[in-house]
């Protein structure tokens, strides 16, 4: 069945939306964005966005400057016929075409959350092993990362009403944008984690962690 894929630049209240209610966080992050809006036959199906990183050393360990860097940071999509990996590689590519000072993409996958990272592995992404696990928030029924709890809850993080938690420990994953980062980071690669045998993702919320750097005027809401 053909599909009519479009990909192009998303607002703001769009991305919002797809975050709020097809991705698992259920939030969009608070940092400088560039978002990509996804539409088959028509119909607007979520975004892809990427975003500034959890912490200012995000790629300074594979020897380049933060603005060389992005993270992709959600993939929140509804029910659609098109192959993630495909979506993804179409951003990726107006990605680089609109910044080519940038030269490498992270992405995390939370094995909490019954993702292992399959998208990534389709698109031949580098897998570099764990990361550390690093403090999270219970609130109101809801898990929170450190950086996005403490960025939409300023000061509420001794409050008796929050929890702190250990969080998971999230596969990290790399995509060069160029020859020369790929031929640096390939050294790193590992064997790709499997798919947990009983692992299930809610319908329609899609994967992807939470560019680093303001990303000129498509960064702007």
């Known amino acids: 069945m053909t599909v009519d894929l479009k990909i192009d630049w998303a607002t703001h209240a769009a991305a919002k939306y797809a975050c709020e209610n097809w991705h698992y966080s259920g939030v969009i992050p608070k940092s400088k964005l560039v978002k990509f809006g996804v539409w088959e036959d028509g119909r607007f199906v979520g975004v892809v966005i990427y975003g500034v990183g959890a912490t200012s050393s995000l790629v300074r360990q594979y020897d380049l400057e933060s603005q060389e860097g992005c993270e992709l940071v ?36 939370d094995p909490e959350q019954g993702h292992h990272g399959g998208v990534y592995q389709a698109m031949n992404w580098v897998f570099t092993g764990n ?25 509420l993080e001794n409050s008796p009403e929050v929890r702190k938690v250990m969080g998971s420990s999230k596969y990290r994953y790399l995509m060069p944008l160029d020859k020369e980062m790929r031929e640096r980071i390939e050294p790193l690669r590992k064997p790709y984690p499997k798919r947990p045998k009983q692992a299930t993702s809610p319908q329609g919320k899609g994967g992807g962690a939470a560019p680093t750097r303001t990303l000129q005027k498509q960064a702007a809401e």
């Open 74 to 109: 959600r993939v929140a999509l509804k029910k659609h016929k098109s192959e993630v990996s495909k979506i993804v590689s179409l951003t990726l590519r107006l990605l680089k075409r609109a910044q080519p000072g940038l030269r490498l993409v992270v992405s995390f996958a």
């Open 131 to 155: 990361t550390q696990p690093s403090m999270e928030y219970e609130f109101q029924g809801r898990r929170w990362q450190g950086r996005s709890f403490r960025n939409s809850h300023k000061g």
